[in-house]
């Protein structure tokens, strides 16, 4: 018999006269205020069925209360978009860390394919040996075998900047991969210009500082420090102005679930946002899924 949630090793218990006998703090009014050195004695067998009884309903009410709030009964699927120094990377951390979900970023996915050697890997490095973009189709293809692995399947996913384009969208959708949520973080230009211009790369450790808003901790660590060849004013203006143009051809196929974020403030803050909208979808598809 599974042991009541209510009981703790800072509570004593006496032995009890019946072999039987089981309790449960909840059937006392107020379990809070219970001493420590407190003991109890065996009640009459009919008191202890029903104290047992009292003690399994406790539980089994708990649960249903925890199954309908904590965790959505199904899989989350979760699309993610912002601009280079949106804090992104930041928020997909604290998601995937609270809700457990698959992280898949379409970058990351297909320098692993590459390595691998897969069959979409062979492919795509044809056309990177070329200095060529890797077609789309390619890419989806990566993406949908991603999305349908078993971990995916089962504890839901949160995809990372794609699709970018509403061909990949489609696409997707096409392959029956449709998002619960599409989560926007926006961030004015000049930030994300401020952002990106003072980004500075540790080639020993591979950490990411910014000379004005994190900057490195010793002279040393200073010295060492590298600029991305594109972390310049004009390309990164360039790559705002391709990531705008993909990202409005791609929002007006998510309009109606779509929730926007100001990425500008505090991440903690951020998070907070994103949060809520999760936890309101969570209630919501644990209430549809009840009814």
Not at 19 to 40: E, G, I, K, R, T
Not at 71 to 80: A, H, S, T, V
Not at 159 to 181: E, I, K, N, V
Request: overall charge neutral.
């Amino acid at each position: 018999m599974a042991s009541c949630p209510y009981l703790n090793s800072s509570t004593m218990i006496s032995k009890p006269k019946h072999p039987n006998a089981s309790f449960c703090l909840h059937d006392f009014p107020n379990p809070q205020h219970l001493s420590s050195s407190l003991s109890f004695t065996a009640s009459p067998i009919g008191t202890v069925k029903s104290a047992r009884r009292r003690c399994r309903e406790t539980n089994r009410r708990s649960s249903l209360i925890l199954a309908s709030t904590d965790k959505p009964r199904e899989p989350l699927k979760i699309m993610i978009s912002g601009a280079p120094a949106s804090g992104k990377g930041t928020q997909c951390e604290l998601i995937t860390s609270k809700y457990d979900l698959v992280h898949i970023a379409a970058g990351d996915l297909l320098r692993a394919e590459v390595a691998a050697g897969s069959a979409n890997g062979k492919q795509a490095k044809e056309y990177m040996e070329k200095g060529q973009l890797v077609p789309d189709e390619i890419v989806v293809m990566m993406v949908k075998d991603r999305l349908s692995q078993s971990d995916s399947t089962e504890k839901g996913w949160l995809l990372d900047g794609y699709p970018r384009s509403s061909s990949q969208a489609t696409a997707l959708q096409a392959f029956g991969f449709h998002p619960d949520l599409f989560i926007l973080l926006e961030v004015p230009q000049e930030i994300l210009v401020d952002r990106v211009v003072g980004r500075r790369l540790d080639p020993v450790t591979g950490r990411i500082y910014h000379l004005t808003y994190s900057p490195p901790e010793t002279e040393e660590i200073a010295a060492r420090l590298t600029q991305r060849f594109d972390d310049t004013e004009e390309k990164v203006k360039l790559r705002l102005q391709t990531h705008n143009q993909n990202v409005e051809s791609v929002l007006s196929m998510f309009e109606e679930i779509t929730v926007k974020v100001d990425g500008s403030l505090p991440k903690d803050v951020v998070f907070a946002k994103i949060d809520s909208a999760l936890s309101n979808l969570i209630n919501q598809k644990n209430a549809t899924l009840a009814t």
